[in-house]
């Protein structure tokens, strides 16, 4: 079938120079094993389509016509990535390199219905998008949910702080309103594909993402891929009862969990790091958390048997790196698993890169190309947490993000 042929053949041709940048046809064909005829045809289409852009080059290269150079067309669409939570918003939208173009950041207004937050959210993307746009239009919106996804990403099993986008009724609304491809993931899943994209996770290890905020939730990627429960429950440690009494994981291993727990021991305090800065005044309740995070630890190396457990969230910053290596040694030896006990590198901007980073992949399938071309992309990691980070106000804020 020629037009499948062509199909794939376009997208390898996109896939390498989306990884490469500007380059000749010859190198296009180097890298994609096609002739370099077919990636002639293949480079003409895509600039009738105005996918990429020409120019010459500018020493000539041997006999003939001069070479020429293309590239993809970076405005051929933006796209939006969202980290939507209960407290707070955050917004980025980039062009199809993944260099962010604008950000913003609101606060969550919570009392709105599942419709009407929806319209709330669609009009906020636009908006930055207009004053991001430059000309280029809109092609694809993925956002992180504070709640359990169900494994076919059309329904929301249950979110404590956002209860109203339970259900599909905040799914439905929202892509209809924006009118451009729209998936959605649970922020805890798009913050651990942050970390294999563009920050310190390898996608060839197994890899555990424990959030520790206000709640606790957790990811799991294995061979690069982020794994969905089929209802959205995978990775929810902290229901799991604690040994020996009825205090649960996330009793003790969360902001606001830990904040109830000591005001019931007649330890009131007004938040989590209060506890951590005055340890002589609290320090049985810190020896329960030490002992709670050791058991999730535990729990997560049998599960997975991971290479990299990650640490992020407010909560996680109240454990040193000296603490977490002593964990780490107690669970090898304790259950024989050897894994690196680490904070995440990217911290509070992981969500909204992982974010971003599946709305790329959005627009990418949208322009015909192949999971397994769109999979062998060489992300630019420098260059993308390069121009993300350029939007400092956003950055500072997401320094100090829970």
């Known amino acids: 079938m020629p037009s499948l ?54 020493v000539r290269q041997g006999p003939g016509r001069s070479a020429s150079l293309v590239r993809l067309n970076e405005r051929i669409a933006l796209t939006a990535g969202v980290d939507l939570g209960g407290t707070n918003c955050r917004i980025l939208v980039s062009d199809a390199a993944g260099r962010t173009l604008g950000t913003r950041y609101d606060t969550t207004p919570s ?26 239009e809109l092609g694809a919106v993925a956002i992180g949910l504070p709640g359990a996804v169900a494994g076919d990403k059309e329904r929301v099993v249950g979110s404590h702080n956002l209860p109203q986008i339970r259900g599909t009724e905040f799914i439905d609304s929202v892509s209809e309103a924006m009118g451009v491809p729209t998936v959605i993931d649970n922020d805890s899943n798009l913050a ?19 959030v520790l905020g206000t709640g606790l939730s957790a990811a799991v990627s294995l061979d690069g891929r982020v794994l969905s429960g089929r209802e959205g429950l995978l ?37 989590s790091r209060e506890l951590f800065a005055t340890p002589d005044a609290h320090g049985p309740i810190l020896e329960s958390v030490n002992d709670a995070l050791q058991f999730l630890i535990e729990l997560v ?27 780490a040694a107690r669970v090898e030896s304790t259950v024989g698993v050897a894994t690196r006990l680490a904070h995440s590198s990217l911290g509070g901007s992981a969500g909204l890169l992982g974010a971003m980073s599946l709305a790329l992949t959005t627009l990418y399938l949208s322009l015909g190309m192949t999971g397994e071309d769109i999979a062998a992309i060489v992300t630019d990691r420098d260059g993308v947490v390069s121009a993300f980070e350029s939007t400092a106000p956003l950055r500072d804020r997401l320094a100090s993000w829970e």
């Open 5 to 58: 042929a062509r199909g794939f053949n376009r997208s390898a041709v996109l896939s390498a120079l989306i990884s490469h940048g500007e380059t000749d046809r010859a190198t296009l064909a180097s890298v994609t094993g096609l002739s370099q005829a077919t990636v002639s045809r293949v480079v003409d289409d895509l600039l009738q389509e105005t996918l990429i852009s020409e120019r010459a080059a500018a």
């Open 111 to 136: 009392d709105l219905s599942a419709s009407e937050l929806a319209d709330w959210l669609a009009g906020n993307i636009y908006d930055l998008a207009v004053r991001s746009a430059d000309g280029a």
């Open 192 to 210: 651990l594909l942050g970390e294999l994209q563009y920050g310190s996770a390898s996608p060839a290890d197994t890899t555990v993402l424990l």
């Open 235 to 271: 990775g929810e440690f902290g229901r799991l009862p604690l040994p020996g009494g009825a205090l649960r994981v996330r009793d003790l291993l969360s902001g606001a969990g830990l904040v109830s727990h000591a005001a019931a021991a007649g330890h009131p305090v007004a938040s």
């Open 301 to 327: 190396a049998l599960a997975y048997e991971p290479q990299s457990i990650l640490l992020t969230g407010g909560f996680a910053d109240s454990f040193d790196d000296g603490m977490l290596m002593r964990v």
